[in-house]
């Protein structure tokens, strides 16, 4: 189980290394070494760290998609 989930994550975290915006692959590539080093040493707490750090993460860049989508009036087209 917990494999699946750091893979998630990972695999979450790692499509964020995409972005094309000057210095945006600094905090994903961060949150990534995290959680390689606290699955490698077997580390709960450190794991469960960096996976709120992942959460976090993705939340600002959903939270930054979603202002984006609706500053160009597709919102309404959605929903």
Known sequence: MTKRVVGGAILLVGALLFV???LSNVPPALV?????????E???VLLCIALSFALALL???AGTVWQAISATGWVGGLL
């Open 59 to 61: 939340l600002i860049a």
């Open 42 to 44: 077997e580390d709960g």
């Open 20 to 22: 094309p915006l000057p």
């Open 32 to 40: 990534v070494v995290l959680l390689s080093f606290a699955y490698l």
